[in-house]
């Protein structure tokens, strides 16, 4: 089961990635394929392999932009994108 991410404050836009391939979006990153390599590419440039995470770990990084921010969040097999307001 999983939250309902557009009730996050500042929700913009979501996405979620299993296996490079987006199963859900909305917002702001709905369709957004372009940015599914990008993001995997950030994982694995931090050090981070999300098929290599134990079931039951969780970690978050956060990209921020001028007007807006993405936070990346996996667990599992998910990868969580969120994009909020400043």
């Known amino acids: 089961m999983v939250a309902d991410l557009s009730k996050i404050d500042g929700h913009m836009g ?8 987006i ?3 909305s917002g702001d990153l709905a369709n957004k394929e372009a940015l599914v ?8 440039l931090g050090g981070v392999s999300p098929t ?10 956060n990209v921020t ?9 996996y ?9 909020r307001k400043r």
Do not use: D, R, W
């Not at 979501?14 to 391939?21: F, L, R, V, Y």
């Not at 290599?52 to 990084?61: D, G, K, T, W």
């Not at 667990?75 to 994009?83: A, D, F, L, R, T």
């Open 65 to 73: 932009f001028s007007n807006y921010f993405l936070s990346i969040a």
């Open 23 to 25: 199963i859900k979006s």
């Open 75 to 83: 667990s599992g097999q998910n990868i969580y994108v969120v994009k």
């Open 14 to 21: 979501h996405m979620i990635i299993t296996n490079g391939a």
């Open 37 to 44: 390599p990008q993001i995997m590419k950030m994982l694995h």
């Open 52 to 61: 290599a995470m134990p079931e039951a770990s969780c970690n978050l990084i």
